[in-house]
């Protein structure tokens, strides 16, 4: 790779952000199960199953020159956890209850562990110039986005009705580390793995 290029790969931005992946078992599990929800409900855009994630922290658009230090950050992040558990929880959404803005799946198990990741990767990353958001963290998987209405034969029912109906747990698995994604908007699947970062 000449020069040029490697100067050009630098000051690129990308669109990055860390998360902890679904194993694909659950991924699958859960996108039977949106299957299910999408014969009732009309979101404008519904997550490939490829796709769902639980958000550890959002990080913007970043020069890739900085990812060297981003990334021996976050590997010295995961050096200090252990694997711990968590399981797929009951539905939700944000935004109106009538026009809800997305539609999510909760999670449950060793909420206190994941709560301690993410202030830990807060933490690491602040000093290379990441905000962490204001709001306070809510881990979840997000399945679809921007409510267009119930599809016909639904009658009346809310989006809450009809998402209750259809509570189901389970799906639980051992968390062992997280990831780095870039976001490729236009592409399917749209998050693409840089880095994998493994606990002790």
Excluded: C
Excluded at 4 to 29: C, G, N, W
Excluded at 80 to 85: I, K, R
């Amino acid at each position: 790779m000449n020069s040029r290029i490697l100067q050009e790969h630098a000051s690129r931005r990308e669109r990055l952000f860390i998360a902890l992946r679904l194993p694909e078992s659950v991924q699958q599990s859960l996108h039977m199960q949106t299957q299910l929800l999408r014969n009732k409900l009309d979101f404008r855009k519904w997550t490939d199953h490829r796709d769902y994630h639980i958000t550890l922290q959002f990080l913007g658009d970043t020069l890739m020159s900085d990812v060297g230090h981003l990334r021996a950050a976050l590997h010295a992040a995961a050096a200090e956890f252990h694997a711990f558990d968590l399981e797929l929880a009951a539905w939700g959404t944000f935004g109106l209850e009538e026009a809800p803005k997305v539609l999510w799946r909760g999670v449950s198990g060793d909420l206190e562990r994941l709560h301690q990741l993410q202030k830990r990767i807060v933490e690491v990353t602040r000093p290379l110039g990441f905000e962490a958001e204001l709001r306070p963290y809510r881990p979840h998987v997000t399945a679809a986005r921007k409510y267009l209405g119930s599809l016909p034969g639904m009658g009346k029912h809310g989006v809450s009705e009809i998402i209750t109906e259809h509570a189901s747990h389970g799906n639980s698995w051992s968390v062992e580390g997280f990831v780095l994604y870039v976001t490729r908007l236009g592409q399917t699947p749209m998050y693409e793995v840089l880095d994998t970062f493994s606990f002790s």
